[in-house]
Nanobody
Framework: QVQLVESGGGLVQPGGSLRLSCAAS????????MGWYRQAPGHQRELVAS???????NYADSVKGRFTISRDNAKNTVYLQMNSLKPEDTAVYYC???????????????????WGQGTQVTVSS
């Protein structure tokens, strides 16, 4: 069984910084892309940033230049460094990853889709 455990959320003033972490644990045969999504009250969940196993990154326009996604493949961990935070960044942030957990997935070259439990980020003065 695989778990994604997030940490690092909290309350921060506008202009401040936070660093989110998400560690995958369990029976893992490989991890494909990893990413961060967020969902604010009354809004749909949206992609914030993603990173491939090779390190290629993608960002939502609203966070470009302020957020940086990175990963440590040896630790099965993805990070989201958030700088210059704005009140509109307030949301629950979710970690997502494509993970292989079975020989069947290795043979079929497929990945399962896994989500973390979410961590609250609140930007307010």
């Amino acid at each position: 069984q695989v778990q994604l455990v997030e940490s690092g959320g909290g309350l921060v003033q506008p202009g401040g910084s936070l660093r989110l972490s998400c560690a995958a644990s369990g029976s893992i045969f490989g991890i494909n892309a990893m990413g961060w999504y967020r969902q604010a009250p009354g809004h749909q969940r949206e992609l914030v940033a993603s990173i491939t196993s090779g390190g290629n990154t993608n960002y939502a326009d609203s966070v470009k230049g302020r957020f940086t996604i990175s990963r440590d493949n040896a630790k099965n961990t993805v990070y989201l460094q958030m700088n210059s935070l704005k009140p509109e960044d307030t949301a629950v942030y979710y970690c997502n990853a494509g993970i292989r957990t079975t020989m069947g997935q290795i043979l079929s070259r497929n990945y399962g889709d896994y989500w973390g439990q979410g961590t609250q980020v609140t930007v307010s003065s």
